[in-house]
């Protein structure tokens, strides 16, 4: 029944985000999430900021986050946008810089499609090489959006290729960096010397932050004011001073960033090995997870579950022999691995 | 200069919010945010909430706000959609329910036009009584969203009234009750009655949370569901861990906001009296703000200003010798009248 559903309402399908299951003590490998804690002084940030000023708006500008992020990345206050996560940037660039086609690959993050048809844009859907790279001649021109490292496969593209992209363009190319921070190269350098680059990044992975929902985009200042008009338009408030306090504390403290990606991206590189040498075809990752193959991917996903271990398998017809398994602890991979020989 | 942005972008005319100054000792009665704190529970729910499980994705669904908000309106969680402010509501609202004419008064909320030209709908602009009533008839038939109390003027809507509307309505119509618990009567009963009305509330003002972005639909079942429908075409999980503890103890400390909104609802009754008292024509508000009409209008404005007290006034021809005055505390209100006997 979808009485007085709108036409765009009753014609969207919805994008499907992985499971969040209220189960207890299960090892939750499934939206890769970080197996660490956020920076103490993010949340220490946090609690500060639960007190009596809650009554007050925040500052619609997130201007300390926005400083924050700018001193990150060597850029300025103008060309950082905030969002109530990165998936609200995604949404709001594909509003701001997409008229009519949009490409991007077949096999990547699956809201890409869903925001197409919400936003009423033509996909044009590249397929990727045998080998899961994407094909990079199939990108230049016109515009797109390109997750790098992809997902769920995790396999990155150069800087170079980014900017062959970026340069062949027509329009806007927007570079979701959701997993960078895991061994990619960042695009961030092409802000500087390109008008029509657009990096997406997020707090979720590598700040350990899924749970504060904060994404910010890295643009010339011209693409930054097109997606301020269509925030404007949407939601003058997206970030509250909570998400606004923990975000600028937890940009500022890089060490601590840096110390648990190259603790994920170690981890990641040793179980690859492992995983390999359990059977499986593991496609080289520069993310937090790890896409593996194997035959009897589906039975193996129900065996995990059965052991209280959570991975995730998606439907496309390409992808169902791969599971993609988040990269947790070393404890937490070492009771995967002990579980798949059970399973095995 | 516009390039590389989309026609939508390019289009657009953004809502303009109220100034948030970052000047400190200022009265701010300019953007009808609470002037007592929230509820001592919910910021000690936040300061709960701040641990190591921010590494973790909310809960997609909001469960315990919508229980919370159901438990408090007497309806079943699955008649409660989450937003991350009652404007993301609205913006979704307008998504999922309106696909051509949207009819609103000409002075109301001064973002449901904004929404209707970035979702490509057609607004039927039904213009106030010269008294700034709602002229209940021409809203007979159609899709609308009207705010009740109506903003900035203040003025309410009987259920009767209503109802009315909601029985005539060939789609849905949807009532903002940002403003509600200042003495206004909810739409919320109706709910039960009908399957085409959509009532939307906010934290902002009666709970005294403005900084924690929350906002919320009450509806039948189906509506939710199509709700549900955009937000998850859009961004699954909009509620952080932060937000949720925080709304979900707000909502159930009902003698708290009860207390507030009441004195708040006294000292605009008292203040409303000594305003006219000093040759305005207040309007009769049952919200936390007063609409006063003065011909000297801007100029007091600019004065109070100079004074460190900070009010609103609109650019619409026809409300441009008026100014809309935030309830404040007492002391807050008198500073006013000082500054205003001073001034006229």
Redo the contacts between chains.
Sequence with gaps: ??????????A??????GE?P?IKNII?LN?N??????SPK??EA??EA???????????QSTIVREAAAALHGVDPENIFCA??S??AL?IAF?????DVVKFPDITYSFYP??A??YGLVPEIIPLNDDFTIPVKSFLGGCCVIANPNAPTGIPLSLDEIEAIVKAAD??VVIDEAYCDFGGESAVPLVKKY??VVVIRTL?KSH??????FGYAIADA??IT?M????????????????QA?AAAALADKAYTDNITNIISETRDKYSVILTELGFDVLPSKSNFLFCGHPDAENIMAELRKRGIIVRRFGSERIQDRLRITIGTPEQMDALVNALKEII
Excluded: C
């Design positions: 029944m979808k009485e007085f559903w709108s036409k765009k309402a009753a969207i399908t919805p994008y499907v985000a969040q209220k939750k939206t999430e970080n197996p660490y804690p956020p993010a949340i946090i609690k639960a007190n009596d000023a809650l009554r007050l708006y925040p500052d619609p109530n996560g998936d609200e949404a509003q701001a810089f997409f008229d869903v925001w048809s919400l329009g806007v008008p029509n979720s350990g932050l899924a749970g504060l929902r011209n693409l097109a301020d008009a269509i925030k404007d338009s949407f939601n003058s408030y997206p970030i509250d001073r909570l998400a923990g």
